[in-house]
């Protein structure tokens, strides 16, 4: 039998409180056996992975999770996280608890906010900004909020999305 539609991943929320983030499987399964493998292999990889937590050409996602990844169709289920209270639907990157060390002195601000589905890192640039830039973005959303921003990030997420499609 396949894997389950629904991939559930622990993500960072408020206060450091972790929570099962919901999306649509986009990779196969035995992913993170694939991902060392694949970074030990390829020096470039590793590195690519070092600076960015993404790969260009990731070997884990399949197919159809490519299609979905490019679309954002693939994190529709965290509406279910968005009407539980894990997730808000303007908000910062929801990260795993590895990288919130990466976050540095950044970090209480990020835990001072709940994830979003769409966030300042989703309409200024998604998978072609590096860490720290997604980093800065989500200090600044953190920093700067009000709900007149929110509404604006919202209003640009649909078209970040199509552009990002189209340049895929």
Not at 39 to 57: F, I
Not at 78 to 98: A, T, Y
Request: proline share 5%; with cysteine; net charge positive.
């Amino acid at each position: 039998m396949g894997s389950p539609v629904i991939f559930r991943h622990v993500r960072v929320g408020l206060g450091g409180t972790p929570f099962e983030c919901l999306k649509f499987r986009s990779m196969i399964a035995g992913s993170e056996a694939v991902l060392a493998r694949h970074l030990a292999e390829n020096p470039e990889a590793a590195e690519e992975w070092k600076q960015s937590r993404k790969l260009k050409n990731d070997p884990r996602i399949t197919w159809l999770g490519r299609a979905l990844r490019m679309s954002s169709l693939d994190e529709l289920p965290q509406l279910l996280n968005v009407l539980k209270g894990d997730m808000s639907c303007v908000g910062p990157r929801p990260i795993v608890s590895e990288e919130l060390e990466l976050y540095g002195i950044e970090a209480e601000k990020y835990l001072k906010s709940r994830p979003g589905l769409t966030g300042l890192w989703q309409v200024s640039g998604r998978s072609s900004l590096t860490y720290a830039e997604r980093v800065a973005l989500d200090a600044a959303y953190v920093n700067d909020w009000s709900m007149w921003k929110d509404l604006g990030i919202i209003a640009r997420t649909a078209p970040a999305m199509l552009k990002s499609h189209q340049t895929s």
